[in-house]
């Protein structure tokens, strides 16, 4: 695979899945997977080829015994069965799953640029090009000097592969395409025995530090009777280690620290124990996506495991030299038990360098479930020429105006338009679609494309730049290029999509469309949750707008209309303060009534029914109808209201607007609180109000929030009260039918959000023991 790897473009950023026999991915394996978001997802699989090159002598023995039988069986000569059984399509001759346990899961969860049809793209096999979607280097034009190779017969077995997943290894057909080239060469150094400690060193980081081997080698000389010279460690040169096999899959392109508070903080450093595939690839992948990751393998030779868990040791104690970084130590595997861990760290902090652990200045080491290690992604393979630079492209609505410009890639050459291709990510701030495979038909408009030529990504949209559905060989590079608009879905958009996986329809409910209004009306989640927030004073006069008694204001055929005096004493600020209290008043009156939240108008009495109602301002002409007799009358002193002491002039009036009312006896306060508060440490923020969830035959599902925080995926329940239903059988049914949902949805994410300061016991037990073990349940209380 290491091989395959090596002459695959970009082979170094690829990652790498060990899985069982039925092609079942490992559970931990997943939050890892989500984070790598890969673009194609292929399989790689045994071969009579692959096993000639892996045992020679095996595959000869076995290969003898099926010509003797062929021979035998057939009456040929064992010249010709040979022949037959050394046919070199037959030796590559390979079953790749084209469905896997996984693919329900993988189209439900992630995003590969694959199809409707199949997840896995295709396949690798030993000795052979890359498969379909990836590019083979030897269909480019570049031309290394040299390749570089290390002799690491003299080293175990497990080490070997450690040190090869740093270096790449060349397989013999690409050695040959080098080969052929004009004034090409191999240079190979051996790495002796002495020399572990720092290949080992070499392995995990890229590099040695040669101030620890200097001072090493001295004192080996001032107490071990050994020379005191520093190893001239040749595999460690600068220019040796650029041209690795896995280092000249990095044409144009390098590794790049995405900028986050862990940059400065310092993220835990990992070590992944055993000899499994699962845990080789775990630590493999993690390495590539996260950042720092040791596998640390476990050998049946105690003296080996002695060399090994010492230069793990020696690492881990010197690695934070000069950066004041106080970085944990995390120790985990996917197939040790924990007393097997905990044995491993005890012999790691036995060693000489291990002591140096335990110091206060030194890192700590713990034992570590798969499931605790974070798995946010800190490193992208990118092209060094385009990193830092910006282009912007316009919008209208929802959709580029015009075609998205391809950035090319700086150094890598095909040898022909079609002989390779590349990922261009597209990063829309504000707008960070969820990585779902569901989406892909969302984000391009009016293209003749290939399913998944356009993918939604953990980083952005990501573009395949020859994803058209048909390529013809022959063309120039730039006609070979997609030509797409992007779109940016809305979030209703999005989750009906989503929910449509399993036959569900969204739909929205009235409380949806009072909150939808509402958010109109005020111009944004952020200035409708500042107004409703409890402690504010706005809330106070809302309140009031909408309560059924008359302490202030004036209640007419059931709805409160208040008058600017009205709105000074709900301020409530006291007579020192009235001043402030009256310009807050006339600044809010105004400002609602700019915005269409409110209505100025004057309360006028019928001459003929005698029904008194309000009248806005724009109703008014020099005369009014009457709602209820519909006569049309002059505004004189006949139609003024009745007082206590008889009619009396009108006053002006404000009315809250009918939608606004509504949403606020409906209490949306609780989920707008909810979502603000969810809001306010996101960089991309998408979110709708209230929908109905409805499947044919089912009772319909109203669900209260929606949201897509940073590409994650959060739904949840608000409520005013402390429980999510009534009674313990309704719970239990409302629970069962939301985990449903939110299976269907691939949520991240569930949140409970309640007016009241706590949430009942028996609605946390009954959220917890469903949701909760699947996914995180956020609780939220307190919003009044």
């Known amino acids: 695979m290491l091989e395959c790897y090596s002459r695959t473009w970009g082979g170094d950023g690829n990652g790498l899945v060990g899985y069982t026999g039925e092609v079942e991915v490992p559970g931990a394996f997943w939050p890892l997977l989500r984070a790598f978001d890969a673009d194609q997802w292929v399989a ?117 592969l450690l040190v090869l997943s740093r270096t790449g290894s060349l397989a013999p057909s690409h050695a040959a395409h080098l080969e052929r080239q004009p004034g090409f060469e191999r240079r190979t150094i051996a790495v002796s025995p002495e020399e572990l400690d720092y290949v080992l060193e070499f392995a995990w980081t890229g590099q040695v530090d040669t101030l620890s081997v200097r001072a090493l080698a001295e004192l080996r000389g001032r107490f071990g009777g050994e020379p005191a010279d520093a190893p001239r460690l040749g595999f460690a040169d600068a220019d040796f280690a650029a041209h690795f096999p896995l280092a000249q899959t990095l044409l144009g392109c390098s590794w790049h620290r995405k900028f986050d508070r862990t940059l400065y903080l310092g993220s835990p450093l990992v070590v992944v124990c055993g000899d499994s595939a699962a845990d080789f690839t775990y630590a493999y992948t993690r390495r590539r996506a996260v950042g720092p ?78 499931a605790d290690v974070p798995t946010e992604r800190k490193w992208l393979l990118a092209d060094s020429t385009h ?108 989750f009906s999509k989503l929910a449509d996986q399993s036959g569900a329809q969204l739909r929205d409910s009235d409380k949806g469309r009072y909150t939808r209004r509402m958010l109109e009306l005020w111009g944004g989640l952020s200035a409708l949750a500042e107004d409703l927030r409890s402690d504010g004073p706005v809330r106070k006069i809302l309140k009031e707008w909408i309560s059924a008694n008359g302490v202030h204001g004036r209640i007419q055929h059931g709805r409160k209309f208040l008058r600017l005096g009205d709105l000074v004493r709900i301020l409530d600020y006291g007579k020192p303060e009235l001043a402030r209290a009256r310009d807050e008043a006339r600044e809010l009156l105004d400002r609602f009534l700019t915005a269409s939240i409110a209505f100025r108008g004057v309360v006028l009495r019928c001459g003929l029914c005698a029904d008194t109602s309000f009248y806005r301002l724009e ?82 599902l109203e669900v209260d929030l929606w949201a897509i925080v940073d590409g994650r995926i959060v739904i949840g329940e608000a409520k005013k009260g402390d429980v999510l239903a009534g009674t313990q059988d309704e719970e239990t049914g409302r629970c069962a039918a939301l985990l449903r949902l939110a299976r269907e949805l691939s949520a991240d994410e569930f949140v409970m959000a309640s007016g009241a300061s706590r949430w009942r016991e028996r609605t946390r037990r009954n959220v917890e023991s469903t949701l909760g073990q699947e996914m995180t349940v956020t609780w939220k209380a307190g919003f009044r």
């Not at 022949?83 to 799953?97: G, I």
């Not at 052979?128 to 979607?133: Q, V």
């Open 44 to 160: 790689f699989a045994d071969t009579r080829l692959g096993f000639r090159m892996s045992d020679p002598d095996a595959y000869e023995a076995q290969l003898r015994d099926a010509v003797r039988r062929w021979s035998e069986t057939n009456g040929t000569p064992e010249s010709e069965a040979r022949e037959l059984f050394e046919d070199e399509d037959r030796l590559s001759d390979a079953f790749v799953p084209i469905e896997t346990a996984d693919d329900a899961y993988i189209r439900r969860w992630l995003a590969p640029a694959a199809s409707q049809f199949a997840i896995l793209e295709g396949g690798y096999t030993a000795d052979r090009m890359p498969p379909h979607g990836l590019v083979d280097m030897c269909e480019l034009t570049h031309a290394p000097a040299y390749t570089a190779e290390l002799d690491l017969s003299a080293l175990p077995v497990s080490v070997q």
């Open 293 to 370: 990751t040791f596998w640390l393998p476990v050998d049946d030779d105690a003296e080996v495991n002695r060399a090994v868990f010492g230069a793990l040791a020696r690492h881990l104690a010197t690695s934070r030299r000069g950066s004041g970084l106080e970085r944990e130590v995390l120790l985990t595997s996917l197939t040790m038990s924990v007393e097997k861990l905990e044995t491993i760290r005890a012999e790691v902090l036995g060693t000489v360098w291990g002591r140096a652990l335990g110091n206060r200045s030194s890192p700590t080491l713990r034992v570590c479930a798969p």
């Open 387 to 494: 990193i830092g630079v910006e282009h912007y492209e316009p919008f209208a609505g929802d959709t580029m105006v015009r075609a998205l410009d391809l950035l090319k890639p700086s150094e890598a050459r095909g040898v022909s338009a079609t002989a390779f291709s590349w990922q261009v990510d597209v990063a829309a701030p504000g707008h960070q679609v969820p990585a779902r495979w569901a989406l892909h038909e969302l984000l391009s408009a009016g293209d003749m494309l290939m399913p998944g030529a356009v993918r939604a990504g953990v980083e952005g949209l990501s573009v395949n730049s020859h994803g058209k559905i048909l390529q013809i060989d022959g063309v120039v590079p730039h006609q070979a290029l997609v030509r797409t608009r992007l779109r940016l879905p809305g979030p209703f958009e999005i």
């Open 619 to 700: 109703d008014l002409d020099p005369a009014y109808q009457c709602p209820r007799c519909r006569r049309r009358s002059a505004i004189t002193h006949g139609s003024w209201p009745m007082g206590e002491s008889g009619p009396f002039e009108p006053d002006w009036y404000y009315v809250l607007d009918e939608v606004a009312y509504l949403g606020l006896r409906n209490d949306i306060h609780v989920p707008i609180l909810a979502l603000a508060q969810m809001a306010k440490a996101s960089t991309s923020f998408l979110h709708m109000p209230e929908v109905i969830v409805a499947r044919d035959g089912e009772t319909d």
